[in-house]
């Protein structure tokens, strides 16, 4: 085995953790897989003789180069989370544990409105239980500005997942109809539409309850997944099949009945918000 074999295979232990981190912080697969090979690049380049830790090595690297494909975004003037719909989202399918380790739907749309050094400070401290002076060597701060860009990440992510019982009766009426729907049962769609119920499907709007009930009860696909999330502040969901986004949907609740469902199905658009769990 050569030396850069072997340097290879030791890069090739650590890929699922590199890829993790920059899932979480740049939020698609496709721009984290980018990430992880340019980590591979840099090593390449820089070889493995003086790199006494290279988990740290290549954790410090991947950091930087989220850091700076963020920060490009930002001169793009892309926003690829912001969507006319749904400008911010709550709790999302592992809503509890959206400041633990698991990090959702919702939390990504949210991190969107984070600076850069606010996002990598935070999901490598908070998901990755890395410690602040490493963070601070990554963004080039000190250990104390990193800690206040974790805290101020924490506070604005707060802000944007209300709690889960300020919407569970609403809750309650999305799942039912989500139940409904997928056993394609008219009747249970019906009793928990109003009757004078609107669909919204970008320009399109459909009206009435029977005639809605009639979509979603011949619109469920086999094999196709739902998780509740929530949009703009009220409860939705996303669906999905086969690991690939379908629909996000937001629902208004007005007195145990669905008067609106807003519904977005651009798969260019949804792929921006899906994080990589969801595969």
Same mark, same amino acid.
């Given at each position: 085995?050569?030396?850069?074999?072997?340097?290879?295979?030791?890069?090739?232990?650590?890929?699922?953790?590199?890829?993790?981190?920059?899932?979480?912080?740049?939020?698609?697969?496709?721009?984290?897989?980018?990430?992880?090979?340019?980590?591979?690049?840099?090593?390449?380049?820089?070889?493995? $003789?003086? *790199?006494?830790?290279?988990? +740290?090595?290549? #954790?410090?690297? &991947?950091?930087?180069?989220?850091?700076? %494909?963020?920060? @490009?975004?930002?001169?793009?003037?892309?926003?690829?989370?912001?969507?006319?719909?749904?400008?911010?989202?709550?709790?999302?399918?592992?809503?509890?544990?959206?400041?633990?380790?698991?990090?959702?739907?919702?939390?990504?749309?949210?991190?969107?409105?984070?600076?850069?050094?606010?996002?990598?400070?935070?999901?490598?401290?908070?998901?990755?239980?890395?410690?602040? $002076?490493? *963070?601070?060597?990554?963004? +080039?701060?000190? #250990?104390?500005? &990193?800690?206040?860009?974790?805290?101020? %990440?924490?506070? @604005?992510?707060?802000?944007?997942?209300?709690?889960?019982?300020?919407?569970?009766?609403?809750?309650?009426?999305?799942?039912?109809?989500?139940?409904?729907?997928?056993?394609?049962?008219?009747?249970?769609?019906?009793?928990?539409?109003?009757?004078?119920?609107?669909?919204?499907?970008?320009?399109?709007?459909?009206?009435?309850?029977?005639?809605?009930?009639?979509?979603?009860?011949?619109?469920?696909?086999?094999?196709?997944?739902?998780?509740?999330?929530?949009?703009?502040g009220a409860p939705g969901a996303l669906?999905?099949?086969?690991?690939?986004?379908?629909?996000?949907?937001?629902?208004?609740?007005?007195?145990?009945?669905?008067?609106?469902?807003?519904?977005?199905?651009?798969?260019?658009?949804?792929?921006?918000?899906?994080?990589?769990?969801?595969?």
């Open positions: 085995m050569t030396e850069q074999d072997k340097l290879a295979a030791d890069f090739e232990v650590h890929r699922a953790y590199l890829h993790a981190i920059a899932c979480r912080v740049l939020g698609t697969p496709a721009d984290a897989d980018d990430a992880v090979q340019e980590a591979w690049l840099r090593l390449a380049r820089t070889g493995g $003789d003086d *790199i006494e830790d290279l988990r +740290g090595w290549l #954790t410090t690297v &991947t950091g930087r180069i989220c850091l700076d %494909a963020l920060r @490009r975004r930002g001169a793009r003037g892309e926003q690829p989370l912001e969507l006319d719909l749904w400008t911010d989202l709550g709790n999302g399918p592992e809503g509890e544990a959206v400041l633990a380790d698991s990090v959702g739907l919702a939390l990504y749309v949210v991190m969107d409105a984070l600076t850069p050094a606010e996002r990598v400070s935070f999901v490598l401290h908070d998901v990755f239980e890395m410690p602040f $002076d490493a *963070i601070a060597a990554i963004l +080039g701060r000190s #250990t104390a500005a &990193t800690k206040m860009l974790a805290s101020r %990440a924490r506070g @604005r992510i707060r802000l944007g997942a209300p709690t889960a019982d300020s919407h569970s009766a609403a809750r309650s009426v999305v799942d039912a109809f989500l139940a409904a729907s997928g056993r394609g049962d008219i009747g249970g769609l019906l009793a928990v539409l109003a009757p004078e119920a609107e669909l919204h499907m970008g320009a399109a709007v459909v009206r009435g309850a029977e005639t809605i009930a009639r979509r979603a009860s011949i619109g469920a696909r086999s094999g196709s997944t739902g998780y509740p999330a929530l949009v703009n669906i999905t099949a086969d690991g690939r986004p379908l629909v996000l949907m937001a629902f208004t609740v007005d007195n145990g009945r669905i008067t609106l469902i807003r519904m977005l199905s651009d798969t260019k658009r949804l792929a921006q918000i899906v994080p990589s769990w969801i595969a």
